[in-house]
């Protein structure tokens, strides 16, 4: 492992003033080191993302990558959110 991780939830439209609150998981032996970027750049550690009354420019692409630090491999998977 880790496996590939999944997003929760994966809608990619939101409206201006909503929270964004995802979630990744991953099955990992030992339990995975989680971390979120935001088109390309560090965002946070840890397996949930949240952001509350996002505007048009949290716009982008999120991805949650996880890695384990018994095997060094580390994996992400990315989705795209888009704010009216």
Not at 18 to 23: A, Q, R, T
Not at 30 to 46: L, M, R, V
Not at 66 to 80: L, P, R, W, Y
Request: charged share 15%.
């Amino acid at each position: 492992g880790p496996d590939l991780p999944r997003i929760y939830p994966s809608f990619t439209y939101y409206r201006s003033g909503e929270n964004l609150d995802l979630s990744c998981f991953t099955e990992s032996n030992p339990p995975a080191e989680y971390f979120w970027t935001i088109n390309g750049k560090f965002q946070q550690s840890g397996q949930k993302l949240f952001i509350p009354q996002i505007t048009r420019n949290h716009s982008g692409l999120y991805a949650c990558s996880v890695h384990n630090s018994a095997t060094g491999k580390e994996i992400s998977k990315s989705m795209t959110v888009k704010v009216s």
